[in-house]
């Protein structure tokens, strides 16, 4: 271990202000993060009920992610979170840990002033890049942050197996799996090879448990099919998504911020690692542009400008930090004042409700439902199952590559209820245009009984 990090290790003393004003910080977050609309990417819920009710991932349950807390035994539904209040709560001690997590990061790098500044920046910032959606970008830095320390302090075989375990949540953090990769034989050299292999067997360890497991329930082809080949082949060419101009003005200032840190930092602060672990942790989820995909990006852009505001500051820039202070206020009051959707909408929970009661009132837990273009975590809320064992989503990629097989359980396992949103979409594309087929199946099949909104409700007809 190189004198930097063993310097880097020494702790410093722990002062009350700084906690006690920590903890203002994450309290104040806390307020916001529980103030917002919260939005929840049904595959969390979904995928986790099916799959502890049964069905075989990827196999039964088509996604084309790795599996983190959705397609394993242990997974969110069975660790007791299944409504939205249960994931929104998630959220806020995700954010809450993530904030602290990045004061401890920046406090080695910088000290406590620029830890404070980091964190106090985190809470601001992390909102405006859709912090309140929760998705698996979300909870990606509880893993990278920690390995940007374990890297820092030689530990290789603990960094690659955090990296590792971030890799199951979502594939994306292969790249900064590489860039750690190529840092350790940085550090080490051809004569470390030995730090490189338990570098490379933490990072790849938990990737082999979980082929092991596939293997064993045998799933193992079809995991690689939709996880591996489906995203470098069909995802790339019909799920590909590019910034908007608006996307591009709102990330321009955290990107300026961050190229200007990284400048204008002090060396020893190292802040062109955390620029580049930052860049690494997004990269491999640009091909969907989302500021919620940057998410993973965040924690380090406030470290970032922790560290230029105490520099600035130590430097009596004061027309510098005044600039800071004034734009940081002017992109975040766009979010704050304009963008933010404060409390829930009653409308849209009353309209979800309803489609939830009528689903009870026609089917029992258990009974086979269809659902195309509505909510898909209905089928945890109300317990019943999609017909023939078969879960697809209702995206145009996937309808390509599996549409056919739901097209089948109407033959083969046909559903008590179907439920039809002629209004859902996505990209500017009507579901019931690219799910023609069988959207016109339900209808020769099915008799409409009745309709709520913009949903069709179809029953079998009567003998």
């Known amino acids: 271990m190189s004198d930097e990090q063993r310097a880097g290790r020494r702790a410093l003393p722990w002062s009350p202000v700084a906690l006690t004003a920590l903890g203002a910080i994450v309290a104040q977050q806390l307020l916001v993060l529980g103030s917002v609309r919260f939005v929840l990417y049904p595959e969390l819920v979904v995928n986790s009920y099916l799959t502890a009710a ?37 959220l806020m001690a995700v954010a809450a840990a993530q904030t602290v997590l990045t004061y401890l990061v920046a406090r080695r790098l910088a000290g406590e002033a620029a830890a404070l500044l980091a964190a106090l920046a985190y809470a601001a910032w992390q909102p405006f890049f859709d912090g309140d959606t929760l998705w698996l970008d979300t909870l990606l830095p509880l893993f990278t942050l920690p390995a940007l320390l374990l890297v820092r302090d030689a530990r290789w075989l603990a960094a690659g197996v955090v990296l590792g375990c971030g890799v199951l949540f ?62 470098l082949t069909t995802a790339v060419r019909q799920a590909t998504l590019a910034p908007g101009f608006g996307d591009l003005v709102r990330i321009a200032l ?3 911020l961050g190229v200007v840190a990284t400048v204008v930092a ?21 091909a969907r542009f989302g500021l919620v995909h940057l998410q993973p990006a965040v924690p380090f852009f406030a470290i970032l400008v922790g560290m230029l505001g105490v520099e600035l500051w130590r430097r009596r820039a004061t027309a510098g930090l005044l600039l800071l202070v004034i734009l940081n206020c002017v992109w975040l009051g766009e979010y704050y004042g304009r963008r933010a959707r404060w409390l829930d909408d009653p ?5 979800v409700a309803a489609i939830e009661k009528l689903i009870r009132d026609r089917a029992a837990p258990s009974d086979r439902v269809l659902l195309l273009g509505v909510p898909p975590q209905l089928y945890a809320a109300t317990r019943t199952l999609p017909p023939g064992r078969v879960f697809v989503f209702d995206l145009p990629w996937f309808t390509d590559a599996a549409g056919g097989r739901v097209i089948e359980t109407l033959r083969s396992d046909p559903p008590k209820l179907v439920l039809v949103d002629t209004a859902s979409g996505i990209d500017g594309r009507r579901m019931i245009d690219y799910q023609r087929p069988l959207v016109d199946e339900v209808r020769a099949r099915y008799a409409q009984t009745a309709r709520l909104g913009s949903i069709e409700v179809y029953e079998p007809r009567s003998p």
């Open 54 to 90: 049964g069905f075989l991932p990827y196999r039964e349950i088509v996604d084309q992610h790795f599996p983190g807390l959705m397609l394993l035994p242990v997974n969110f539904h069975t660790l007791g979170l299944h409504d939205a209040w249960d994931f929104h709560l998630l």
């Open 170 to 231: 979502k594939q994306t953090l292969v790249p900064l799996v590489a860039v750690a990769g190529l840092l350790v034989l940085r550090d080490c050299g051809l004569r470390g090879w030995r730090s490189v292999a338990r570098f490379a067997l933490g990072a790849l360890l938990p990737s082999l448990v979980m082929l092991a497991y596939f293997r064993a329930i045998g799933v193992l082809a079809d995991f690689w099919f939709w996880a591996v080949s489906f995203n």
């Open 254 to 256: 955290p990107v300026a």
């Open 266 to 286: 002090p060396a020893p602060w190292r802040p062109r690692l955390v620029a580049l672990w930052g860049c690494a942790s997004v990269v491999g989820g640009l």
């Open 347 to 351: 409308a849209q929970k009353e309209h």
